[in-house]
């Protein structure tokens, strides 16, 4: 008798092959290869059930079925805006909810994921840290989030990067992230590139280590917002524990794949970040590090203590950074209707 059932989607491909190479003793039809079809129909065929995946034996799928279950995700609400993009809010089975927004370009689409319920980093323009942190997210509803939103889109509306950008600090989560990016980028599995997926992190100095690291060189974000240490305090208490100073001796030890670049984002804020002299010592706090800026005008949200920037004052300090050779694109917040722009994702009673 079987008491617990396993969640198969929080396995990798690796955990599953040694799980059949395990059991093959007593089963002569789990073999470890079996791993590649059951991946391939989760993933690539979308399969529901076991029963779905008939080239693999009734034995074989009797046995996944005893010892595993395929979890999914529903949409409890989404909002349209008039940019195109959708946030949809994805109920989770203990009854939080998380936040995934669909962002269309001109030549591609983007999902913007969560890692966690809430955030606890406390950066002072964001509206998850309102939340505090409810709890991390597993791997599994980490992946069902692009099932989910996937599902709910029309068919030619494919998704060709993913950014860990929506609720949470992604390195706090660090090893469901990785097990999730296993999953996404397994050729058995989700597929996608490592060069379209990134992960942007508030600056937790010793994960960003850990991430140069690892086999799967997924794009390195770091969210700078201040260029002294006073300002960037103000906004984002992280930087007390890692000040200015480390988190760029870091970055520029960070190892980058040929052609590669760490992006910074930077928040424009009116009369605190937008400042040309701001621009200016963001060139030479950035100077050595081979980077991209990407420049978020702020969205002023309900109750917020700061103001946006002026569309010119944005575009003189882009303009600046572009004439010092900067590669700087000045993000038109998508979804700001929908408050589903940068820093606006927030779900449930904010004190
Ligand atoms: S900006 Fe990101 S890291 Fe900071 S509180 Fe919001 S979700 Fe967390």
Redesign the pocket.
């Known amino acids: 008798m079987i008491s617990k059932r396993y969640n198969i989607k929080n396995w990798t491909r690796q955990n599953l092959r040694e799980w059949f190479k395990k059991n093959e003793k007593n089963h002569s039809s789990l073999k470890s290869f079996r791993a590649d079809q059951v991946f391939n129909w989760l993933y690539q065929k979308r399969a529901e059930s076991f029963d779905q995946m008939l080239n693999i034996g009734q034995g074989t799928r009797e046995m996944l079925e005893d010892h595993f279950y395929i979890s999914s995700l529903k949409v409890a609400d989404n909002l349209k805006s008039r940019d195109g993009s959708i946030k949809f809010r994805i109920l989770l089975d203990d009854g939080n909810s998380i936040e995934s927004v669909f962002l269309p370009h001109k030549n591609h689409n983007t999902i913007c994921v969560s890692s966690q319920a809430g955030?606890?980093?406390?950066?002072d323009?964001?509206m998850?840290?309102k939340m505090g942190l409810i709890r991390n997210l597993d791997p599994s509803e980490i992946i069902n989030q692009i099932f989910t939103v996937v599902k709910e889109l029309p068919e030619e509306k494919k998704i060709r990067n993913i950014v860990f950008?929506g609720?949470?600090?992604p390195f706090h989560n660090y090893n469901n992230l990785m097990q999730a990016l296993e999953i996404l980028t397994d050729e058995h599995g989700f597929n996608y590139s490592h060069r379209r997926i990134t992960v942007?992190t508030?600056g937790l100095l010793p994960k960003i280590r850990r991430f140069g690291l690892e086999k799967i060189k997924a794009n390195l974000a770091v969210?700078l917002n201040g260029v002294t240490d006073e300002v960037r305090t103000k906004l984002?208490p992280v930087n007390k524990a890692y000040n200015l100073e480390k988190l760029i001796k870091v970055c520029s030890e960070f190892p980058l794949e040929s052609r590669k670049r760490i992006t910074f984002e930077y928040i424009l804020i009116r009369d605190l970040t937008d400042s040309l002299q701001d621009a200016k010592s963001l060139i030479r706090l950035l100077h050595g590090l081979k980077f991209k800026i990407n420049l978020i005008p702020y969205n002023s949200t309900p109750g917020g203590k700061y103001n946006a920037p002026s569309p010119e004052q944005s575009r003189m300090f882009q303009k600046y950074l572009l004439d010092h050779q900067i590669i700087a694109p000045l993000r038109i917040s998508k979804g700001q209707d929908i408050q589903g722009a940068c820093?606006q994702?927030v779900v449930g009673n904010i004190q």
């Open positions: 955030c606890a980093m406390g950066c323009f964001c998850t840290a950008m609720m949470g600090e942007s508030s969210s984002m820093g994702l």
